[in-house]
């Protein structure tokens, strides 16, 4: 597995990271909707599911842009990676495409990343957690289900 990592990481080595823009690119985004359904389904409304796991991925987008560069190269990497057949075989352990994988496929790759026995890879785990939460719950739509009233005052 060690070398089939290796392989991938220098394949997908070059992101190319624009200040103000994003790495993530279209391909990434039905990983990253399987990835928020995955890590939101309890916050996630029964009725306009799909627009809030759209939602959710726009604010995961979003929030990438904040990122230092070499955080974003990073994450690009790792997007690069899990969306690449090999890296999704290989890290996620998912023989079928992201749109293809059943929640209980992905809550299971989640499971297994965050507590992977290879510490290096752990992190990423975090970074596609830490993006899709605060994206989630940085919308203010979603403040009134948390009982959440909005910031005491408005930034400018």
């Known amino acids: 597995m060690a070398g089939g990592l290796s392989w991938l990481g220098k394949h997908f ?6 200040a103000g823009q994003s790495v993530v690119q279209q391909q990434h985004i039905p990983m990253l909707k399987a990835i928020a359904e995955g890590l939101l389904d309890p916050a996630l409304p029964t009725t306009g599911r799909t627009q809030s796991i759209e939602s959710a991925v726009n604010a995961f987008v979003d929030a ?11 994450l690009g990497q790792l997007l690069n990676i899990l969306e690449n057949p090999v890296g ?23 499971v297994s990343f965050r507590d992977h026995p290879i ?19 940085g919308l203010p ?4 289900d948390m009982g959440y009233p909005g ?4 930034v400018l």
């Not at 996620?92 to 299971?108: F, I, K, M």
């Not at 890879?121 to 939460?133: K, N, T």
């Not at 910031?151 to 408005?154: M, T």
């Open 13 to 18: 080595a070059k992101v190319e990271v624009v």
């Open 151 to 154: 910031p005491p005052f408005q």
């Open 141 to 144: 739509e979603q403040w009134a």
């Open 119 to 137: 510490p290096a890879l752990q992190p990423g785990y975090h970074a596609l957690h830490d993006l899709m939460m605060a994206g989630w719950y």
């Open 88 to 110: 999704r075989r290989l890290i996620a352990d998912l023989g079928t495409s992201w749109e293809q994988a059943t929640p209980a496929q992905v809550q299971a790759f989640l």
């Open 64 to 74: 990438t842009k904040t990122l230092a560069a070499s955080a974003q190269a990073e």
